[in-house]
């Protein structure tokens, strides 16, 4: 049964995010185990989703709809891991209730076709794996980012009560935002250029966005380093790198399967 793995983890993720949400004020807190036994078993029935859906007989789909179910797979493992060592409560219920929004739409839209061999091109299997790894961990720092803000506005004004007593220290949270930052922009400019023997047109919308995207990562790692830049400077400058980044890979993509096939 096609949709049977697929809503399973949908009502798995739902779980886990009700889990947290209806005890976010509480004063002992979510039971987390109840969170983390859910995501478990969603995150595992997600991954069951995506190898079914993406190697198939003829080749690998990757389609828009596989491509972003499986970016949002990964950040959902990377911060429900991270999240066991650094709390991140504001963050599992917005990763897990956007993974449950795209297992639905996989359920409810029917999505084309995209096959590719890639068994055929290790050079191209290498980029992509650079190109969908930087992009996870920069959309990963872009979330702390969101995190650090929230605490930095919670110390601001005093107030420790509710969800403000599971989050991370500030420092903590930023270091780890930062870190994030430092990889994924490694990351990106490493699958930059071993995208190199594969890209005909460097002024081509793709290629464009994702080159102006590693600018500005690597402008903000040397703001922070050489001049303390944080706050609302580094999270502009990391949210404008993202949504560049995020045109870049899935722009086309969104017009060529969606907007074309559609009209």
Not at 22 to 51: D, I, Q, S, Y
Request: net charge positive; with cysteine; hydrophobic share 55%.
């Amino acid at each position: 049964m096609p949709t049977l793995f697929p809503a399973l983890a949908l009502l798995a993720y739902l779980v886990a995010t009700f889990a947290i949400v209806l005890r976010l004020f509480h004063p002992a807190g979510p039971n987390f185990k109840l969170v983390f036994g859910a995501a478990t078993l969603a995150v595992v029935l997600h991954m069951l989703t995506l190898t079914d859906a993406i190697f198939t007989t003829e080749g690998q789909n990757f389609n828009l709809s596989n491509v972003s179910s499986l970016v949002c797979w990964l950040i959902t493992l990377s911060i429900t891991l991270t999240s066991l060592r650094t709390p991140a409560i504001l963050l599992l219920p917005l990763v897990y209730t956007f993974a449950a929004v795209l297992l639905l739409t996989t359920l409810v839209v029917p999505s084309s076709v995209q096959i590719q061999h890639l068994q055929h091109s290790p050079g191209l299997i290498a980029h992509i794996t650079l190109a969908f790894t930087a992009y996870v961990v920069l959309l990963m720092a872009t979330l702390y980012s969101v995190q650090v803000a929230y605490i930095s506005y919670k110390l601001k004004h005093k107030d420790f009560s509710g969800v403000s007593r599971f989050l991370p220290p500030l420092m903590q949270a930023e270091n780890l935002q930062f870190r994030l930052l430092a990889a994924g922009t490694l990351l990106l400019a490493l699958g930059l250029l071993s995208g190199i023997p594969y890209t005909t047109n460097w002024l081509e919308h793709k290629s464009l966005l994702s080159s102006l995207a590693l600018g500005i990562f690597i402008l903000l790692c040397w703001g922070h380093a050489r001049l303390g830049w944080r706050g609302k400077t580094a999270i502009t400058l990391t949210l404008t790198g993202t949504i560049l980044l995020t045109l870049a890979y899935f722009g086309s993509r969104f017009v060529k399967e969606v907007l074309l096939n559609r009209f």
